[in-house]
């Protein structure tokens, strides 16, 4: 409701809102307490949109149109909006005469004008007859009043040229309004396009920096506005859909203040507008750790699995019931300090923090902060590392450790070391063929309402870029996936979520998540896990006799794999080998991965597989609890 | 995962299958024994698919490609498959030779028949040479090999052409396979409208009964086959699912053997294949009651509400705790004999039953079950009316009542008078303006995963046609509307529901249900409701303002709208006027509406308006409760 959303906007530090029509007419607030609910909050009221199909109509028509602005008028001045948006025509009635169109624009600015209102006209994309922004702007200079200039909204231009030139060149008096809006790159209806699939800045295929450094290099000083209408967010919480939204407006700017543009004469070429700069993201050096809450039924198969994969148990938290397990680069964290209880018979382990090496932890959280993350309180014991520390839109627990060349607090530190030969050995022996090494990923689940968000906020708060994107035919229904990582390669963060189901993706399997390792040599890797008693998720054979039949390997190798549950793709970059073990706890997993060559994916095309592996395992209780 | 799916299949009746690789490769069962459960099942496995990128291109990935296609043969016989689907190539590979194609094929013909396998060859909508059917079948012919045979998908013909036309002058031997998708009209990329929103029969825009009509008429004889990729349907129950194809399909053919075609020559019009046949679906003249569930907190806001509207109670079942409210035409039922209470302190109300008046309700329910709906047990006590009844998908039972001509016996009979003065008058009055009619609609929450299905269901079962489509962005989130009627329009059943949001469609107002009575004097019904004490549901003033903008109506009308709560819409038939109450336990509602010259609607375009009216008045419990 519309009192949610102004109180929303305002919290997430915006100054300024457009009234929506459709918010108005079923809010029951009147125009006047919408105005001064806005006031007390901060909020100026920076447009009323739309007004609709007004233009280039006959006579008799125009008279009630202009009787139709009329009353919009009244509400706008009892809404304290000075400006209202005029969309180009969809009427039926209308006529494609650019003339007739800027007279009544004109005469329309002139009701305006008396009231002290200025009208924005936009080119829809869809327009019956003005569908560009360049077609617009011919229509305001036609009309030439001053209380008529230009709406430019970012949808409407990119969707019907992603590189639009000349912007740059408006003359700044016009341009009365700004909207912006990212999308995918989606071949459909450009309507059903603009009003369902719209995305907050940065989560599509737009190229809005460089849009942006134009109006701004036109000279352009009033508000940045999103306008997004979207499926999904319109049924989310407001609150966190207006962090969202100014999360990603603070990327975009820094994205605008940080490139260079040529844009504008020389003198104007530095925008007006105070664009919004975060402290730079320090270098990241990859995942420092990984922290699982656990409870007595789910920390038994945990301990062993990583017993199993050849991780030992080294540290003991000086302060509280958490245990450290080590290999190679790798570090995995068990919490058993919640409060989880497994309700299922599985017991419960999730990932509840990712912790990062950075070149800086404090400017990391500086930035994190700017970019409106929610500072975690520190839970430091004495004489324990002080870890900075914010939460991710998804409830993960974000950590900054130093790394590299920072100096700071050591989080191991905090851990006391585990005697040899109690619990197991502290010592995993000398690197071999098989060890693993660092974490490759690690792979959190995403309800669909905030997967956008929480993409949002990992490559913004961690400058990561999009590594891989896939969307998949589950067994039990679509999911989508993406990868985000840094330059280097050494941190990468994949989110999957399934695109409609209610509850988990499949049934009795509820959104996993994992931790992926990598190694060297994955043949040795699970041959070891295995002489030490994991057991490896069983892949069907039908998989490899599908592996033959696509790629031909050689049979040796195809055997291996079959006999080793060896999962297996290739992109044109290089190969990708993997194994994983069976659900431990509710929902988590971890996964041993092998990279040959350039390859740049997850293996997400084996996904299915595994899913349907994981729910095979689960849907038969009598063999897991036997096995 | 693929057993539930076959099992699912046959118990939908289905004869046979197509296995998908996907479902295959992913399943745990080997080949052998999925063959095994099928024929257990008596279920045939009609075809194998897909195989993909196979013909015209050059020699050494012919040699690849034949090697593929020997390891799928293996494949199939194990399987047990005599049939696979080649698709038109994709390959950036292949070259636009229909001579290489048509040898390519050929050769690979050859490899399937030493086999016994033939192979079907579909030209994709978006092959990147062969794209429509008539190519494919060019090169079908060119290659000339008895184990080359065409497969036909409506969606990749109707997609490209709503109205082809020849397809009834193909050699019926060569027509190896029919698959039977429907789909809405988009503008779209064909690809994702063939991945994501593909359809059962009935469902969608396309014109299937007269495609089949037509591969009928050329003389084909082989299984109709339902190839239906969509999101929603692909994480539903397989149970369900199944039932709804089936009921799709027999409608369709239903359709196609009611319908005259001029195909094929004189001797071929009549199929071959046996078509089923449904008992025809007799008159229906209207809704004869609808009955509500309703405990202890929900029954006094009931029946108050329809006391306020006019009603009487006039009847108390001879057995159970029901009673009959009457008015005009309407007839409402309530039931307190479940076991529903309250959860939220307003009490539990819902329609749980429908009922229509059939010119021969025998021959309705056994059309019902014709079309697999599920007969429900019947509930009749000593000396009461025996109703014919079935499920509805939504869970909702249909009762076939007598109506018309039509000799059985009177629901009515079941409910003993109410003595005038006990409770409230027995005797309503006579008629005078504003007393409520007949019941013009029943409006039906469907969970989104139901939506497609309870339409086939409401639709076929009771031959009722499209009579409203709506999709509006609610207060909460997307929602979709869609009502069907009978020709009469006496009969309409309305269904909406929320197309992404989890849970209700608003925060605390779980998908509502609602009865609307008709009356000739929507003003004179509100005053008389009001004067015996209904509270219509408040609507905002912002509401009205706009109606002033966009319709300019007498501004004495709109005073009495207004004061009256009554909202308003037009189409190019009439006008509509409409008012409601407040939410009754969790879920219902009632409305009062007007119909004036032909409107054809049910004025969905201020049902955000009553939505956010209704979530006003359920976020303020104190109010609510005090009022």
């Known amino acids: 409701m519309l009192e949610d959303k102004l109180r929303a906007v305002a919290a997430a530090g915006f100054d300024g809102v457009e009234i929506f029509e459709n918010d108005l007419v079923v809010s029951a607030m009147t125009p006047e307490s919408v105005r001064a609910l806005c006031a007390d909050l901060g909020l100026t009221i920076d447009l009323y949109q739309p007004f609709r199909d007004f233009e280039a109509v006959p006579d008799g028509l125009h008279a009630a149109n202009l009787r139709r602005a009329e009353r919009k008028f009244d ?10 948006l005029v969309c180009s025509t969809l009427s039926p009635h209308a006529v494609d005469d650019d003339g007739l169109a800027a007279q009544q624009l004109r005469a329309l600015a002139d009701r305006a004008d008396a009231r002290g209102i200025r009208v924005a006209y936009e080119a829809l994309a869809w327009g019956r007859f003005v569908n560009s922004w360049e077609h617009s702007w011919q229509i305001v200079r036609r009309a030439d009043h001053p209380a008529l200039g230009l709406c430019l909204d970012s949808f409407h231009v990119l969707s019907r040229d992603p590189a639009p030139t000349g912007v740059d060149t408006v003359d700044a008096a016009k341009l ?53 209408f979207n499926d999904v967010f319109r049924q989310t919480d407001p609150g966190p859909a207006a962090v969202d939204a100014m999360r990603s407006l603070v990327a975009l700017e820094e994205a605008v203040s940080e490139r260079e543009y040529g844009y504008g004469a020389a003198g104007r070429a530095r925008p007006r507008v105070e664009l919004a700069a975060p402290p730079p993201a320090p270098g990241l050096l990859g995942h420092a750790f990984v922290e699982l809450t656990v409870d007595d039924e789910s920390a038994p198969q945990i301990t062993s699995a990583l017993s199993a994969l050849g991780f030992a148990h080294t540290g003991r938290h000086r302060s509280k019931p958490v245990e450290l397990w080590q290999q190679g680069g790798s570090n995995v964290v068990l919490n058993r300090d919640g409060n989880t209880t497994g309700t299922d018979g599985t017991g419960t382990a999730e990932v509840v923090a990712l912790a990062v090496e950075s070149r800086d932890p404090g400017q990391s959280a500086r930035r994190a902060e700017a970019l409106l993350a929610t500072p975690l309180p520190r839970r430091r014991g004495p004489e324990e590392a002080e870890l900075t520390a914010v939460a991710a839109p998804d409830g993960t627990q974000l950590f900054f450790c130093p790394g590299g060349e920072a100096r700071g607090p050591d989080w191991r530190a905090d851990f006391a070391p585990v005697a040899a030969g109690e619990g197991v050995a502290a010592d995993p022996g000398p690197p071999r063929p ?15 309402d905030q997967f956008a968000g929480s993409m949002t906020f990992y490559q913004s708060v961690l400058d990561l870029r999009e590594r891989d994107f896939a969307e998949y035919g589950a067994p039990f229904g679509l999911v989508r996936s993406r990868t985000v990582g840094n330059v280097s390669g050494e941190l990468r963060i994949a989110m999957h979520g399934a695109l409609l189901r209610r509850g988990g993706w499949a049934p009795s399997v509820p959104d996993p998540e994992h931790i992926a390792f990598a190694t060297d040599d994955v043949f040795a890797a699970a041959r070891d896990a295995l002489e030490r008693g994991l057991e490896i998720l069983p892949i069907t054979d039908n998989y490899y006799d599908d592996l033959d039949a696509r790629y031909a390997p050689e049979p040796r190798l195809l055997e291996t794999m079959r006999g080793l549950n060896i999962l297996y793709d290739r992109d044109e970059h290089g190969e990708f080998f993997h194994f994983c073990t069976g659900l431990l706890g509710s929902r988590v997993f971890f996964e041993v991965v092998q990279r040959v060559g350039g390859y740049r994916g997850d293996g997400a095309v084996n996904a299915p597989v595994r899913m349907a592996a994981h729910r095979q395992a689960r849907h038969v209780p009598e063999q897991a609890a036997s096995a």
């Open 75 to 84: 509400l706008m001045e009892r809404l304290g909006a000075g400006t209202v």
């Open 176 to 228: 009365f309004f700004l909207q912006l809006a990212d999308a995918p790159r989606l071949d459909m209806d450009v309507l059903q396009w603009s009003r369902h699939h719209r995305l907050f800045p940065g989560q599509g295929s737009f190229d809005l920096p460089d849009f942006l450094a134009q109006v701004l290099a036109a000279g352009y000083e009033g508000p940045l506005s999103l306008e997004v």
């Open 434 to 448: 098989g060890r693993l090494g660092r974490i490759d990923h690690v792979a959190l689940a995403q309800p669909n």
